[in-house]
Nanobody, 127 residues
């Protein structure tokens, strides 16, 4: 079992930056592939960025490529999402998720692949 706690959300103007953090506790952090997902009001949850257990492979949805960076620090049991050049359409609740086990180098892109979820953190981008 792992517990996930997101932080770093808030209100920012378009063009600004935020860094989300997801601190984990429980089993060895490197046992988990990690991902960031988001859900805007009235929309389905979507995958934003995911990272392999090794940290060597990442995936980004097209709308955030070049603007967002996912990273993990296995020593600190934390995964990050650096968000830059934010747009109003990035407004959503952002969730951190963990997949237990699986490939060391694979990036899991679907929400149904993940076993544990954080409570979410609100990101609001004003125009």
């Amino acid at each position: 079992q792992v517990q996930l706690v997101e932080s770093g959300g808030g209100l920012v103007q378009a063009g600004g930056s935020l860094r989300l953090s997801c601190a984990t506790s429980g089993r060895t952090f490197s046992s988990y592939a990690m991902g960031w997902f988001r859900q805007a009001p009235g929309k389905e949850r979507e995958s934003v960025a995911t990272i392999s257990r090794s940290g060597g492979n990442t995936y980004y949805t097209d709308s955030v490529k070049g603007r967002f960076t996912i990273s993990r620090d296995n020593a600190k049991n934390t995964v990050y999402l650096q968000m830059s050049s934010l747009k109003p359409e990035d407004t959503a609740v952002y969730y951190c998720a963990a997949k237990d086990g699986g490939s060391w180098s694979f990036t899991y892109r679907l929400g149904r692949d993940y076993d544990y979820w954080g409570q979410g953190t609100q990101v609001t981008v004003s125009s």
